[in-house]
């Protein structure tokens, strides 16, 4: 029979705590409701989440990763920008890492990674269906990180994922342009098919 210590219940409430106040900041930085420039003070977001001042900072440690805020000593914590410069440059860079991948990645396409992106889709359907166009994005960074599983290449994930976090924060808050999310759910069947097919031409495309 295992034994549980006091320290680590603790240690695995304080995680959940600090992984449900990482959501929730994420999902207000990227929906522009925490602007590029707000000051995010620890003890303001522990008494907000009732939580400690530990689980704050572990949560904005790893919003930091994301390249969501910038953290500087002596200078607290700020959400990062969202420029339309970097925005640029990390779709060039999504795309070379994806494209690439992609042609890594269709020897080892089955049937389970197959049904995993497709019900990523159907997913993303119902997010769009219900206007909830935080949960499509995380749906589909989602989608996109399954497909680079199978290119065995985990050491470009993290770089993906933070691609992917910046694209789509600019085009939430910085494009300018009403997003048909049906659409933008919907286009994700194409590449589906193209993979199942095993057309690489019209899967990069």
């Known amino acids: 029979m295992a034994i549980i210590s006091f320290e680590n219940v603790q240690g695995g409430a304080r995680a959940a705590r600090s992984a449900e106040v990482r959501r929730s900041l994420k999902q207000l930085i990227m929906l522009g409701e ?17 939580c400690s001042q530990g689980s704050v900072r572990e949560a904005l440690l790893a919003l930091q990763d994301e390249g969501l805020v910038i953290r500087q000593p002596h200078r607290g914590t700020r959400v990062s920008d969202c420029t339309p410069a970097e925005a640029q440059e990390m779709f060039r860079l999504r795309h070379s890492i994806e494209t690439r991948a992609l042609a890594r990645a269709l020897p080892n396409i089955d049937a389970a990674l197959l049904d995993d992106l497709k019900d990523l889709v159907r997913a993303m359907e119902r997010a769009a269906k219900d206007d909830d166009e935080y949960a499509l994005s995380e749906l589909d960074r989602a989608f996109h990180r399954r497909l680079l ?4 290449l985990p050491a470009l994930e993290p770089i993906l994922h933070r691609c ?26 194409t590449i589906v098919d193209a993979i199942e097919s095993g057309d690489r031409d019209a899967a990069g495309a």
Not at 34 to 50: M, Q
Not at 166 to 186: E, M, P
């Open 164 to 189: 992917l976090v910046h694209n789509q924060r600019f085009k939430i808050t910085r494009s300018g342009v009403s997003r048909d999310l049906g659409k933008t759910a919907a286009r994700h069947w």
């Open 149 to 152: 599983s199978a290119a065995d």
């Open 34 to 50: 925490l602007p590029p420039g707000a000051a995010l003070r620890e003890l303001e977001i522990a008494a907000r989440f009732a």
